[in-house]
């Protein structure tokens, strides 16, 4: 029986919860029955980073380098060493669900033409406007050396045959120095076998001097470079502060930010003083502002990246969400005016405003 009236309250308990289940939708700005919704933007800072990496492969018979060719001076490990190009700042729109506002119609205003972006951002009011995506970098490796030779191809029948890897080194050195013998004896004009013109001679002295590379590589090793670019997407939310992007070790490249082997990378964000708009009318009274359309006066924030002492970026660019939320007035926007408003993705400022009295 107690299992039976178990049973029983945990499907009572069950069916409220079942109903009241509530589909949730994304919020989609456009039209509405209210009229007209958008959002104004929130500008978004894009870091790219170009950086250098210099990648050396010791060769085979590199701890033989100074007794058969004297050369003192080469790396036997394989190391990594990064260089950092330069830094890049570009700044970009998206859309702040927080500042979402509607431009309300009723019969005494003239139903305005809206463009918007495709997250919701306002565009144009009563103007066409196209809308193209930023540009931004991505994050991309590039190979600046052509691959290096395959030295093992180059090697000779009793280089191969030899029985240990300090013979292989004698024989490869001794190969290098006939090499470089048979150039002397070409550049001279005293070789057994002349070529006939010119192209021949110069196709000879370069087949001789791909050969001597690829042998001598065996003692150098090898060096590759590729360029490498990282990006960094940053949204300030303070006016004044530093947000550390990355660290950066000359040997190992990128790093954690809190990683001692690197230097910090920091993006430095400083808005700088403006004057604010009152609003006034003929008699010098302060006016009411009307609720209409909504708009942004960017604040200007300098924006630096810096490494210790050193500045590797530095611009003075609008921002939206350092800025004044401000409104254009009704009568821009009744039947005595036809009001043209383009504003800026990025900074939700105005770009142009026309207003003309309709025929």
Known sequence: MKQILALALSSLLALPAAHAQTQVTPYQPGLTPDGITYFLPRTYVHVTVTAVKHHYTPGEYCQYANRHLRLPH?????????????????????????QAYTIKLNSKTAAPLVSLTPDGRLLTVNAEQ??????????????????????????????????????????????????????????????????????????MLANLDTQEKALL????????????????????????????????????????????AGTPFVLNIQKLPSVKPVYVDNSGKQKKEVLDLRYVV??????????????????????????????????????????????????????????????
Request: charged share 25%; hydrophobic share 35%; net charge negative.
């Open 74 to 98: 080469v790396t036997l490990t394989e190391t990594d060493e990064w260089t950092i190009e330069g830094v890049e700042l570009q700044t970009y729109g998206l859309a702040d669900p927080t």
């Open 130 to 203: 196209e809308y193209t995506e930023p540009q931004l970098s991505a994050a991309k490796v590039e190979q600046l050396d052509p691959a290096p030779l395959e030295s093992a191809n180059y090697k000779t029948q009793d280089i191969l045959l030899a029985g240990s890897t300090a013979k292989m080194a004698e024989l490869t050195a001794a190969e290098i120095y006939d090499i470089r013998e048979n150039r002397n004896l070409l550049t001279k004009g005293q070789a057994d076998f002349m070529p006939k013109d010119g192209e021949q001679l110069r196709l």
């Open 298 to 359: 960017p604040a200007n924030v300098e924006l630096s990246v810096t490494s210790g002492d050193e500045v590797w970026a530095k611009q003075v660019v609008p921002m939206a969400q350092f800025g004044q939320i401000e409104h254009l007035g009704g009568e821009l926007f009744n039947k005595k005016f036809t009001t043209h408003v383009q504003l800026s993705p990025v900074t939700g400022g105005i770009v142009n405003i026309e207003a003309e009295r309709p025929e």
């Open 217 to 260: 590589e065996l003692f150098t090793g090898t060096k590759t470079s590729e360029r490498h670019t990282f990006v960094f997407d940053i949204c300030p939310e303070q006016a004044a502060g530093q947000t550390t992007l990355f660290a950066f070790s000359k040997y190992l490249g990128m790093v954690d930010v809190d990683d001692p």
